[in-house]
């Protein structure tokens, strides 16, 4: 074959990759509109226009003819080639589900979900049990369907389809590791905290006008755009939208601020990842983000990294005082920190301090891995939880609603996901520390709110990075180490020991 | 041939035109988003998702697979006959158009109206003319293709594809007689009305949110459900979304308040229809809307027939008041019929008065049938304009902006469209005629404000036809004859004489 017709059938292999790309596109701004702005009576007709967008989408992801092309096809510079290795790679997750049980998982989740939220608020799991029973299933026929795709385990075959280039082996020893650490650690800080005085709560109510506009103009100075993005409300911030328009959302509440404005701050670095991406490669596979612990990375390292650090509550305080009034004492920037770095045990995932999100992520990656593996049964799940609960944190969750039951993850088929929540707190740290040594004058540009120095970096490290490398790889070259978790216990330790 | 084999194929018919239907309501999403909130960055992008999305509902259109089963399938029952047509004739326009030509076209459209923008602005014919040759002589090429697959005159089947059900040889007479009638009566109507105590204006300023307020309360009273719609914000008021999620646009002005209601009002018109549409064919070619001069005699009926009538003015002065204050006699029925039935001579349409709109779109189908049948030359058209324009209303446009350059229409390449505009007025008249006649007490109800005994009967013989039947057989159906202009003059008479 020659190498002009291998360079045509990449060529070809562009366009089709592009327009999946945009029915994608397509799909993130209808799922942006229903959470942001449809009308309830919008969501049945919504639900079947993402359904038929997505399987649009897979149709032309297994049409022959793109096959064909992806035999012929040829490229060279480590762009392109890594470009036609994810075109592969994609393909071949496609092709390796047969479409009965693509549909059967689409449907199982869909009904598991919804008796979820009536198990969820009536803390009842045995409501759930067999419909989870059911999703898991699926999921491991799922797993085994693709291990035989892509070579590599059930449970890593399902973690690639959110994070390419780190698996379960890797993972294993980190987080078996920081249980570790914590087990020393936590103490430590709950009792140094105790000795020092509390936080002062700052008094609302915070008028919901003025917290949007603080909110953004934080993003700006972030570094986000809004001639290319835009900020709504929804019921669970999140952040969507294309790279060239990107949304973000966030809820407000008149009785406090703190959870819209660093919500805002989280999803405004998962937008700017999206933002930097390499346009030259913009609607392929390669010019995409790296993967989910990848984009937490990135929100985290904006959000628990730089607007957290001592130089950026220095200068958030007087402006805080700014928007709202009220006592000054209560922005002073030692307060924010004693506020927004306050360690508490708990039992919900979503409203974990930084040094015990992680043990909520471990407690999930290691039984989802044995439901997966089949080590685990779905009616044992409440007590395994509340056993590796307790060994973790040392309380027990008092009901299901509490425990096994409060995240959406599992109930909806999305096992392999919960790793990249402390991968990605992991790689902020070790990124953070990278730019500090890289970019001189990093913290006193954040003294002075100018977020800039710190995006360039990212943006040439990170963003700009596209997937044209997996996680321990984009790490490496950023950082010159694969994810050393050393990075994130030294910041831990500094900020609350 | 079976008949379960021909109903089977007609089963697979209905799932092909939903997914196609599908796309088309993907568009329409994100085309409200482009015009309603998306950030100016996202632009280019969106540009090519609709493009995209636009290109694979054509692959659905012509797929021989489709062909094949529209050869085989079989229905039986009004509607699905009716249904099967409406397939037939889609996927048949659909076909005739080489994709060549639909590109070059496209192409064509959009340098066009680029360069229209600058030519408007300048006021400079000679600038777009060129473009508007080819746009022309493209647009003559689809004609005479879409004339051999329709069995319609190539005028005809470019109107057919904004009007099913009526052509040119109706519209003609119509319009000859239209003429007649307005040089007599425009005069008549200027002299009464030069009689009269001249209309006072509301004073300013017109709080926004007040305004915003009383558009939602209006349209609200009109029958607009928010649980399934939206009021939002545009440059240019429309109507998008979908039957489920109708989305309509006003722009508010804080010195007046007459454009952004009656527009809110107009647009709750057509979101009626939409609203209103047969459920049991929904996504199917008969459960749409009849076509633009249907849907623009559902706006109409709504803004210049219900709202502007002295029961529902006698209902909606106090409310004015109320909302803006100020000089109660601005608010009086009186006054607000004299402001919004003025008449006034102009050069612009969309700004004309309810008795000499259709002038303008008179003599923009008499030159847009002599431009597609080759008897106008583009070159000549500013000449042709402003001859025909002194003669319908006597005044001559002093420069093309006000004259040939006004309207985006032609320059985007839409020929056949125009003649919906009168079509809808004339329709709208006919239409409450015969509800007047039909409901007892449907103007005590508007003096009421309330507008559901004409909606009911809007419903049962209009929106929940939905393509059923043509423009002709629908007012048949709903007023016992065709359309009839006499319904139409009665009312100005009535109004302005």
Redesign the interface.
């Known amino acids: 074959m020659s190498s002009a017709a291998g360079n045509a059938a990449y060529q070809r292999l562009k366009g089709r990759f592009a ?1 999946i790309a ?2 994608g ?2 799909q993130a ?2 799922h942006w ?1 229903a959470s942001a ?6 969501a ?3 639900g ?2 993402l359904a ?2 997505a399987g ?1 989408s897979h149709e032309l992801m297994i049409d022959p003819a793109l096959a064909a092309d992806l035999g012929e096809a040829e490229a060279s510079g480590a762009w392109d080639v890594a470009n036609l290795a994810l075109m592969r790679e994609a393909q071949r997750r496609a092709t390796a589900l047969p479409t009965d049980l693509v549909e059967a998982a689409a449907r199982a989740n869909a009904a598991c979900e919804t008796v979820w939220r009536e198990a969820r608020a009536a803390s009842d799991f045995r409501r759930v049990a067999p419909y989870l029973a059911e999703v898991v299933k699926l999921q491991r026929e799922t797993a085994a369907a693709l291990s035989v795709a892509t070579g590599l385990s059930p449970y890593d075959s399902l973690m690639q389809g959110f994070q390419r280039g780190i698996g379960a082996a890797d993972v294993e020893p980190i987080f078996d590791a920081y249980e570790a650490f914590l087990r020393d650690a936590l103490p430590r800080a709950e009792q140094r905290q105790a000795q020092r005085p509390a936080a002062i709560e700052p008094r609302g109510p915070f008028a919901v006008p003025a917290q949007q506009a603080l909110c953004r103009d934080m993003a700006q100075r972030a570094g986000l ?6 900020l709504d409300e929804s019921l669970h911030p999140f952040c969507g ?2 790279p ?2 990107v949304r973000i959302t966030t809820r407000y509440e008149p009785g406090a601020f703190s959870q819209a404005l660093l919500g805002v701050l989280h999803e405004t670095g998962h937008a700017l990842y999206e933002r930097g991406l390499p346009t030259a490669y913009a609607r392929q596979p390669v010019g995409e983000a790296a993967g989910m612990a990848a984009h937490e990375s990135q929100s985290l390292i904006i959000e628990m990294q730089a607007s957290r650090s001592d130089a950026f509550l220095g200068f958030l305080g007087p402006r805080l005082h700014a928007a709202f009034g009220g006592d000054a004492t209560a922005y002073a920037p030692e307060n924010l920190a004693r506020l927004w770095r306050r360690v508490a045990r708990g039992f919900i995932r979503i409203e974990a301090d930084e040094l015990t999100y992680p043990a909520h992520v471990i407690l999930r990656f290691r039984l989802e891995r044995a439901l997966i593996g089949g080590d685990l049964a779905v009616a044992d799940l409440p007590g395994a939880w509340n056993e590796g609960f307790a060994r973790l944190l040392g309380l027990t969750p008092p009901d299901d609603a509490r425990g096994c039951l409060q995240d959406i993850h599992w109930y909806d088929g999305a096992f392999g996901y919960f790793p990249s929540y402390t991968l990605g707190a992991m790689a902020a740290a070790q990124l953070m520390r990278a730019a500090r040594i890289a970019v001189p004058g990093l913290d006193e540009a954040l003294g002075r709110g100018d977020m800039a120095p710190l995006l360039g970096w990212l943006r040439m490290r990170v963003h700009g990075q596209g997937s044209r490398l997996g996680f321990q790889d984009l790490l490496r070259e950023a950082t010159g180490k694969l994810l050393d978790p050393a990075d994130f216990t030294a910041h831990l330790a500094e900020r609350y020991l």
Chains 1, 2 share one sequence.
């Open positions: 327009r945009i029915l596109e397509s701004m209808l509109d702005v449809m009308p309830p009576g919008g049945a007709a919504r079947e226009q038929t967008l649009l755009d809004f001639t290319h993005a835009r939208g294309t060239s328009d």
